[in-house]
């Protein structure tokens, strides 16, 4: 008996890249804020490029508080629902034309939200990476850093909690 013939990597690349694109595309102010993601297999990187927009003190200057909360939010919202389609794209059972056409899945609510600010963000791109402490059907918990120019020096942190949309299976 044959086996099937796998799919060509560049294949797979390109449908993962097409449904990370849609699903950021997805929300507006990811776009107001400029964030971008880096993708590595299945981990994603939030990138902030530094815009003037993004200063709240302009004498220090440093990022705006909100901005750096929104930043962080953002990358566990969408760390969080990549997680939750990661099995579907690899599968190729996860239709990008319907995706990249604005049919996309309900993206995780957040519960709470905290932020632990440990210094000024500087006038730079900044980077985040969130982690997955629990996620379940209906409830997640993730972590979340975001960094500048050093991964060691952190300049906010932040746990969120979310309940999670249902999944639309079929």
Known sequence: ?????????????????????????????????GIEFDRRGDELTGVLPFDEKLIGNPLLPALHGGVTAAFLE?????????SVLWEDVESGAIDVERLEAGDLPRLPKTIDFTVDYLRSGLPRDGYAR?????????????????????????????????????????
């Open 74 to 82: 953002v990358t566990a919202i969408m760390t969080l629902s990549w």
């Open 130 to 170: 969130a982690r997955l402490n629990r996620s379940g059907r209906r409830y997640a918990s993730v972590h979340v850093e975001a960094w500048q120019d050093n991964r060691d020096k952190l300049f906010a942190q932040a746990t969120g909690h979310f309940l999670m949309p249902p999944r639309q299976d079929g």
């Open 1 to 33: 008996m044959a086996r099937p013939r796998p799919e060509p990597v560049q294949v797979v690349k390109q449908r993962r890249d097409a449904a990370l694109k849609a699903l950021v595309h997805c929300v507006p102010y990811i776009q107001f804020l």
